[in-house]
């Protein structure tokens, strides 16, 4: 990411729609009855950021470990200056270090887009191989490399997904697709018109790496109607169903 990004991240994803929109749909889907993770699991974060989604798996799955690795010295500084009792470390999805024999559940969520998912594939071998059978690969990714904007290239995107790119990769890895839908389905008329600037700047050559959240960092009424509308789909995608549209892919892969 771009310097800035971590620490725009931290100060924005307590409030904003998108980051509490997400932390929601994984507590749906992981407390749901034909994928709900016991407490005393075994969990990975692969790409953990700044913290805040190891604090809300923390607090649902009271897991017997809990691990997150990240790139950035910086987002994992911040990450530890949240307390809690992740194992926290220096790692990278492409050639991952992972402490644990086994795991339950794995997340890796907007990560695999910044290496790609070519470079990404020996390392995502590596993790699922820890992972037990019967075990959970959750995934969350931008979708559509027709949205790439200025957003993309402050947070170093390398592609974007569809839902059948990412089916095939959960094939790669013999995963079963437990749910698979594109998500952030109301809100997305909204966002392509908010990027539609930077994505022509994009085009012509003009543009400056500037994510969404220098622009806004969440908060007030439109946020509360924005993640309103998140938590609507995101029962229905819990439950099974699947969305036509939306700015994320968002997979939960079993392994057989």
Partial sequence: MEPGEHERMAAAE????????????????????????????????????????????EELLR???????????????????????????EGDICDPEIHVDELDLVLSL???YIPGAE?????????????????????????????????????HTRERYTTRRVA????????AVERLTYRVFFPFPLIVLARLP???????????????????RGGGVLDALL?????LENGWIARGGRLPWGSSVFAVGRKV
């Fill in 14 to 57: 307590e409030r904003h729609w998108w980051y509490r929109g997400l932390r929601d749909v994984l507590a749906r889907c992981l407390s749901h009855p034909d994928l709900a993770v016991l407490p005393g699991s075994r969990v990975l974060d692969a790409g953990c950021g700044t913290g805040a989604n190891l604090r809300m798996l």
């Fill in 119 to 155: 470079r990404a594939r020996g390392g995502l071998r590596r993790i699922v191989d820890r992972l037990r059978r019967g075990g959970l690969v959750v995934f969350n990714l931008p979708a559509y490399d027709w949205l790439y904007s200025e957003h993309d290239l402050a947070i």
């Fill in 63 to 89: 897991p017997s470990y809990l691990g997150g690795f990240d790139t950035s010295p910086q987002a994992l500084r911040i990450a530890r200056s949240r307390g809690g009792g992740a194992d926290l470390y």
């Fill in 227 to 231: 993640f309103r509308a998140l938590r």
């Fill in 198 to 216: 930077g994505m022509l700047r994009v085009r012509r050559g003009r543009a400056a790496p500037r994510s969404d959240l220098a622009r806004r």
């Fill in 168 to 175: 095939g990769l959960l094939d790669d890895f013999d995963l």
């Fill in 110 to 112: 907007d990560v695999i």
